[in-house]
């Protein structure tokens, strides 16, 4: 006997496929760190693809926004999953085709890009191969964040937010709340958070005045699916502007991505990067200061995520994100030492976390 979300999906896939087409089965797929929920929903008929994805939202709609990026004067009037998903499907990025929108519903039905990731698909590979890979999914990057920019349209809302001084020292501040005092405020001495305060705040200036590009905003291994041979981009609704770094460094510096992108390989991809940037015409003014923005990128995501990831487990319940802190903490630390101006913050971090020390 079928439930009655079942109900619903079975007929919005005939509403969208064809009368012949049948759900079979759904099978809840893993979620992230979302509200979003994810199902497999296998399917019969003629014209019918084997399977398709069905994405649901607790409480039946969709986000507008995640918390920090609520910075529209009024609702928007369209989710920015389908806002997203227009503007990239004109500009040739690779994303899952949409099969069917209910946000009323809460309710969206699209392709099944299968459960290869790229993270997935270069566990054991030789370094060579592993490289290739991450080229491919640079080369989608910047067909993102170059081709996206030179394609502004103000209809789509990531050309309306972007990473700005407020936006930055809110994910900092989330750091020392969640990540240093864990959810117990005031715990820092005084000195300790005038410090990171201090950094932080010139990190953020530093990285607000930086050209924006548009970036996906959580573009690294987990949601770039293989699909014939290619990638495909997933959970791009955040999208925003940003410095070009931005996405990048999430690329390359993400959960564990260091056990497959050693120091070697990440100057190997930087340098490709580099490359095709100016294949497609865009010059920067200094390889050191773009290198000091991606280091910077970086050590600002990395913090972000372990306020972030420490806040999941407290907060929401989902303890199993704690088990990229020791590598994330470690690339802290090996960044930090490749930015001697940040290297005071060493003893305050090393009172908290033991992979500083």
Same mark, same amino acid.
């Given at each position: 006997?079928?439930?009655?979300?079942?109900? $619903?999906?079975? %007929?919005?896939?005939?509403?969208?496929? @064809?009368?012949? *087409?049948? +759900?079979?089965?759904?099978?809840?797929?893993?979620?992230?760190?979302? /509200?979003?929920?994810?199902?497999?929903?296998?399917?019969?008929g003629p014209g019918a693809p084997p399977s398709a994805v069905v994405m649901e939202l607790a409480g039946g709609s969709l986000p507008l926004s995640s918390e920090e990026l609520a910075v529209f004067s009024e609702p928007l009037k369209e989710l920015p999953f389908l806002n997203l998903h227009r503007f990239l499907t004109k500009l040739g990025v690779r994303i899952p085709a949409l099969y069917g929108q209910w946000p009323d519903q809460g309710l969206l039905l699209l392709e099944d &890009? @299968?459960?290869? /990731?790229?993270?997935?698909?270069?566990?054991?590979? *030789?370094?060579?191969?592993?490289?290739?890979w991450y080229e491919k999914a640079i080369d989608q990057l910047l067909l993102l964040q170059i081709n996206g920019t030179r394609a502004r349209d103000?209809?789509?809302? *990531?050309?309306?937010q972007r990473f700005d001084f407020r936006l930055y020292m809110w994910e900092f501040e989330h750091f020392i709340e969640y990540g240093m005092e864990r959810g117990k405020k005031g715990t820092l001495k005084k000195k300790e958070r005038e410090l990171l305060t201090e950094s932080f705040v010139s990190i953020s200036r530093q990285l607000e005045q930086q050209p924006p590009y548009l970036n996906h905003r959580d573009y690294h291994s987990w949601n770039l699916m293989v699909h014939e041979g290619e990638l495909a981009m997933i959970d791009f609704q955040d999208a925003l502007l940003a410095p070009i770094q931005y996405d990048l460094a999430s690329l390359l510096n993400d959960r564990d991505?260091?056990?497959? =992108?050693?120091?070697?390989?990440?100057?190997? &991809? &930087?340098?490709?990067?580099?490359?095709?940037?100016?294949?497609?015409?865009?010059? =920067? /003014? #200094?390889? %050191?200061?773009? =290198?000091?923005?991606?280091? +910077? #990128?970086? $050590?600002?995501?990395?913090?972000?995520?372990?306020?972030?990831?420490?806040?999941l487990d407290l907060v929401k319940g989902k303890p199993r994100y704690k088990q990229?802190?020791?590598?994330?903490?470690?690339?802290?630390?090996?960044?930090?030492?490749? $930015?001697?101006?940040?290297?005071?913050?060493?003893?305050? +971090?090393?009172?908290k976390f033991m992979e500083m020390r």
């Amino acid at each position: 006997m079928q439930t009655a979300f079942e109900t $619903l999906v079975a %007929d919005k896939v005939q509403e969208t496929l @064809g009368n012949h *087409a049948r +759900l079979e089965r759904l099978e809840p797929l893993s979620g992230d760190a979302s /509200s979003r929920s994810y199902y497999r929903a296998f399917l019969t008929g003629p014209g019918a693809p084997p399977s398709a994805v069905v994405m649901e939202l607790a409480g039946g709609s969709l986000p507008l926004s995640s918390e920090e990026l609520a910075v529209f004067s009024e609702p928007l009037k369209e989710l920015p999953f389908l806002n997203l998903h227009r503007f990239l499907t004109k500009l040739g990025v690779r994303i899952p085709a949409l099969y069917g929108q209910w946000p009323d519903q809460g309710l969206l039905l699209l392709e099944d &890009l @299968g459960d290869c /990731s790229l993270w997935d698909s270069v566990q054991g590979l *030789a370094p060579a191969e592993t490289v290739r890979w991450y080229e491919k999914a640079i080369d989608q990057l910047l067909l993102l964040q170059i081709n996206g920019t030179r394609a502004r349209d103000e209809s789509c809302i *990531a050309f309306k937010q972007r990473f700005d001084f407020r936006l930055y020292m809110w994910e900092f501040e989330h750091f020392i709340e969640y990540g240093m005092e864990r959810g117990k405020k005031g715990t820092l001495k005084k000195k300790e958070r005038e410090l990171l305060t201090e950094s932080f705040v010139s990190i953020s200036r530093q990285l607000e005045q930086q050209p924006p590009y548009l970036n996906h905003r959580d573009y690294h291994s987990w949601n770039l699916m293989v699909h014939e041979g290619e990638l495909a981009m997933i959970d791009f609704q955040d999208a925003l502007l940003a410095p070009i770094q931005y996405d990048l460094a999430s690329l390359l510096n993400d959960r564990d991505t260091d056990s497959v =992108i050693r120091p070697e390989q990440e100057t190997q &991809l &930087l340098d490709y990067y580099l490359r095709r940037m100016e294949d497609m015409g865009e010059k =920067i /003014s #200094s390889r %050191d200061e773009f =290198i000091e923005n991606y280091l +910077l #990128s970086t $050590l600002q995501r990395d913090l972000k995520v372990v306020g972030r990831f420490q806040y999941l487990d407290l907060v929401k319940g989902k303890p199993r994100y704690k088990q990229y802190l020791p590598i994330t903490l470690k690339r802290v630390k090996r960044n930090l030492m490749r $930015l001697p101006r940040l290297e005071k913050l060493m003893p305050v +971090l090393a009172s908290k976390f033991m992979e500083m020390r």
